[in-house]
């Protein structure tokens, strides 16, 4: 900003400082728009290809908050390859072209694990969908499935410059042990309850209902696409012709 000068043509200090506290007040951008509500659909096997794509689809800086390290392309198709989506949960959430745009992956013990009772949470959100609650939704739907599982606590290792994912646990009210450049966060689940069964059945469907309106949609806009490619050869060839 360029400073105000008084009458004799020298700055005016006042006025510099006026200029300050009023840039300082106003925000340089809106913040993103939150949305109310984000389908959480379940994931499976046949889903692994959009998987994958999300993953790669991430900028470089991101796969290292995600996996604690600089995944290659070839590591993330392992990871992929190698998700367990019978002992484990996959969320996802689609956009209108029905590409995954965020994901959760809830990982589960094992069940020859002794005493073990905590399940593990991890997840990404494309990178233009920041700040919009995507992050937030996932791990509150983790922890809900979690909790129906019958487990007492989620839990979450990251690295300690990984703040959203770290914020997004405080907020739930976890606790975060900081150690050098990693973190743990815990937090305590409730006991299930017939309501968060309900919760879950609900949300389940409603993402499935979701999907299958997307589907439709695609399917629609893929037959008006085809209709059009029609008309346009038939245009171009009756011109032609009439040449």
């Known amino acids: 900003m360029t400073p105000s000068i008084d009458a004799c043509g020298a700055p005016d200090p006042d006025h510099a400082h006026r200029d300050a506290a009023l840039a300082a007040a106003l925000p340089a951008d809106p913040p993103p728009e939150r949305l109310a509500w984000i389908p959480i659909r379940s994931l499976g096997p046949a889903h692994r290809p959009r998987i994958l794509e999300h993953l790669l689809g991430l900028p470089e800086h991101d796969r290292y908050l995600r996996f604690g390290f600089p995944a290659t392309d070839a590591q993330i198709a392992r990871y992929v390859d190698g998700l367990n ?3 484990d949960e996959v969320f996802g959430v689609f956009n209108r072209r029905l590409q995954v745009v965020a994901l959760a992956h809830l990982a589960y013990p094992p069940d020859d694990t002794p005493g073990a009772t ?5 997840g990404s959100v494309a990178a233009h969908l920041r700040g919009r609650g995507y992050g937030s939704r996932l791990f509150e739907h983790a922890v809900l499935h979690a909790r129906n599982r019958g487990l007492d606590t989620l839990f979450i290792h990251a690295l300690s410059e990984n703040t959203a994912m770290l914020r997004i646990a405080r907020k739930a009210g976890a606790t975060v042990e900081r150690a050098g450049s990693e973190s ?3 937090l305590r689940l409730p006991p299930e309850t017939l309501a968060s069964h309900m919760e879950a059945l609900v949300g389940e469907g409603a993402a499935a209902l979701d999907y299958q309106f997307k589907q439709q949609a695609r399917l629609v806009d893929a037959f008006l696409g085809a209709i059009a ?3 346009g050869g ?3 060839t009756g011109g032609q012709a009439n040449g």
Do not use: Q
């Open 118 to 122: 905590g399940a593990e949470f991890g």
């Open 229 to 231: 490619e029609v008309r």
């Open 85 to 87: 989506f019978e002992r």
């Open 184 to 186: 743990d966060a815990y």
């Open 234 to 236: 038939a245009t171009r």
